[in-house]
């Protein structure tokens, strides 16, 4: 997916499989003395990429996984005092290994709000797993892939996303339901501000995906789940009575009302 993406969009792609023993300066990159110029000369970590793919990132320690930290939330990565700027559009995709938990560590509340959007894809359908044997046959779809815009299009497309309109009303719905997650009883830590502006970002651009220059009701609720979710940190004693984040919010929506 990640790959497709960056082939369709035309940029630059770099994928990071995480380990126990990956280094913050494996991501970020280092600076490395060179003898014939007699001046250290940083050299780039594949966070310097438009498309960044960090393959289960749960097998990385805290101390490397926090190095992601600056890069998703300022697109920028400062290394030995010096700060530098990320190419743009920034995009981060990560994966997790939700089967093996020997060997890994469970990413904390604080970076998990870093992220826009959790989904899960789980398997395919029998058709859908029918159509992959068949267009695999050959070669990967993916090297015939070309790219049908450009990263300046992305960025112009992103900056017009924030125009959409969103009413007084809807961003007072947007704020209401970000914050009923914070006192919600199966729920020990509700989602931050940060989720609020997410999901007020993810409105925008469903209703652009759908040819619109303003924001419905349907927007917001079809966004919430996939976009507060993961940001919600579960009392234990819910979790074991069979709570998820996904329930929390899907309850949510049906008691929160849109103040039309």
Same mark, same amino acid.
């Given at each position: 997916l990640?790959?497709? #993406?960056a082939?369709?969009?035309g940029?630059? +792609?770099?994928?990071?499989?995480c380990t126990?023993d990956?280094l ?5 990159g280092?600076?490395?003395y060179?003898?014939?110029?007699e001046?250290f000369? +940083? *050299? ?7 498309i960044l793919l960090v393959?289960e990132i749960?097998?990385a320690?805290?101390?490397?996984q926090s190095?992601?930290?600056e890069c998703?939330?300022e697109?920028q990565v ?7 700027? &990320?190419p743009? @559009? +920034? ?9 093996? !938990?020997?060997g890994?560590f469970?990413?904390?509340e604080?970076q998990l709000?870093?992220?826009? &959007?959790?989904?899960? &894809?789980? !398997?395919?359908?029998?058709d859908e797993e ?6 695999l046959?050959?070669a990967h779809?993916?090297?015939a892939?070309?790219?049908c815009?450009d @990263?300046?299009?992305?960025?112009q497309f992103?900056t017009?996303?924030?125009d ?8 007072? !719905?947007i704020?209401r339901l970000?914050q009923s997650?914070?006192? *919600? ?11 609020s502006?997410a999901? !007020?970002?993810a ?11 303003y924001?419905e ?7 919430a789940?996939p976009?507060l979710?993961?940001r919600?940190? #579960?009392r234990?004693e819910q979790?074991?009575r069979?709570?998820?984040?996904q ?6 929506l049906?008691?929160v009302?849109?103040?039309?």
């Amino acid at each position: 997916l990640a790959r497709s #993406l960056a082939a369709s969009l035309g940029c630059s +792609f770099n994928r990071v499989q995480c380990t126990p023993d990956l280094l913050p300066s494996d991501i970020t990159g280092t600076s490395v003395y060179d003898q014939k110029e007699e001046e250290f000369v +940083f *050299h780039p970590g594949p966070v310097f990429a438009q498309i960044l793919l960090v393959d289960e990132i749960n097998r990385a320690t805290p101390r490397t996984q926090s190095s992601l930290l600056e890069c998703m939330a300022e697109a920028q990565v400062t290394v030995d005092g010096r700060t530098r700027k &990320l190419p743009q @559009p +920034f995009f981060v995709m990560a994966t997790q290994n939700p089967v093996e !938990y020997e060997g890994t560590f469970p990413l904390p509340e604080a970076q998990l709000d870093r992220f826009f &959007l959790k989904l899960s &894809l789980g !398997y395919p359908s029998a058709d859908e797993e029918n159509t992959i044997l068949d267009v695999l046959r050959g070669a990967h779809p993916i090297d015939a892939l070309g790219a049908c815009t450009d @990263p300046d299009t992305v960025i112009q497309f992103q900056t017009a996303l924030r125009d959409i309109h969103v009413s007084d009303v809807l961003r007072d !719905y947007i704020v209401r339901l970000t914050q009923s997650t914070r006192g *919600h009883s199966s729920v020990q830590l509700g989602a931050s501000p940060r989720g609020s502006l997410a999901l !007020y970002r993810a409105a925008q651009a469903l209703a652009g995906l759908a040819g619109r220059d303003y924001v419905e009701p349907d927007d917001v609720q079809e966004a919430a789940v996939p976009v507060l979710a993961h940001r919600l940190m #579960l009392r234990p004693e819910q979790e074991l009575r069979g709570a998820t984040g996904q329930r929390v919010i899907e309850e949510l929506l049906q008691q929160v009302a849109v103040d039309l």
